[in-house]
T-cell receptor, first 115, second 114 residues
Framework: DAKTTQPNSMESNEEEPVHLPCNHSTISGTDYIHWYRQLPSQGPEYVIHGLTSNVNNRMASLAIAEDRKSSTLILHRATLRDAAVYYCILRDETEGSGGYNKLIFGAGTRLAVHP | GAGVSQSPSNKVTEKGKDVELRCDPISGHTALYWYRQSLGQGLEFLIYFQGNSAPDKSGLPSDRFSAERTGGSVSTLTIQRTQQEDSAVYLC????????????FGNGTRLTVT
């Protein structure tokens, strides 16, 4: 499986934007970039995913580098409830590859949000 | 709507005993996954079920671990002869069987082996 690299931790102040980076230099053409987050004492929850183009949804934006070797999850205005561990995961969506059978989680980035 | 439900939420057992953990996936979700998360660690994939296909058991750490999914719905993860290193949060997730379908996780079962 292609690997991702994320900083262990980041900090932000409330109501400021947060940019969470992820490096995936060995990404293949069929890998989608998925982001999940895990709030304290909860299971992970889906945030966003993309392939090549930047993506926006109600939770966040995903900016993908032109060469796809890195991406950035953007929280436009951090709130205290955004304090969580954020996971960047590559998922091979080729039918029959078995890739979308499972997500392989790394250590993620622990985001602290200060009032 | 109802999310993924796991029971029990907490389980304390003595070393050497068998335990069963239950997962009720979201209705209509054909894919079901088990992960475990040790204290302060990331998620470790255990097993994956998809419809009537043979499960992907590649993540099971030993033959003491097994899982079933009956009728394509409820799943049970069984750990035999529990060891202290089995202590962790066991998470279940389900998804539709479609490209990029997100996983929906339950809140897990916290297993403590004494």
């Amino acid at each position: 499986d292609a690997k991702t690299t994320q900083p262990n931790s980041m900090e932000s102040n409330e109501e400021e934007p947060v940019h969470l980076p992820c490096n995936h230099s060995t990404i293949s053409g069929t890998d989608y970039i998925h982001w999940y987050r895990q709030l304290p004492s909860q299971g992970p929850e889906y945030v966003i995913h993309g392939l090549t183009s930047n993506v926006n949804n109600r939770m966040a934006s995903l900016a993908i580098a032109e060469d796809r070797k890195s991406s950035t999850l953007i929280l436009h205005r951090a709130t205290l409830r955004d304090a969580a561990v954020y996971y960047c995961i590559l998922r091979d969506e080729t039918e029959g590859s078995g890739g979308y059978n499972k997500l392989i989680f790394g250590a993620g980035t622990r985001l602290a949000v200060h009032p | 709507g109802a999310g993924v439900s796991q029971s029990p939420s907490n389980k304390v057992t003595e070393k050497g005993k068998d335990v069963e953990l239950r997962c009720d996936p979201i209705s209509g979700h054909t894919a079901l996954y088990w992960y475990r998360q040790s204290l302060g660690q990331g998620l470790e994939f255990l097993i994956y079920f998809q419809g009537n296909s043979a499960p992907d058991k590649s993540g099971l750490p030993s033959d003491r671990f097994s899982a079933e999914r009956t009728g394509g719905s409820v799943s049970t993860l069984t750990i035999q002869r529990t060891q202290q290193e089995d202590s962790a949060v066991y998470l279940c997730a389900s998804s539709l069987d479609r490209t990029n379908s997100p996983l929906h996780f339950g809140n897990g079962t916290r297993l403590t082996v004494t």
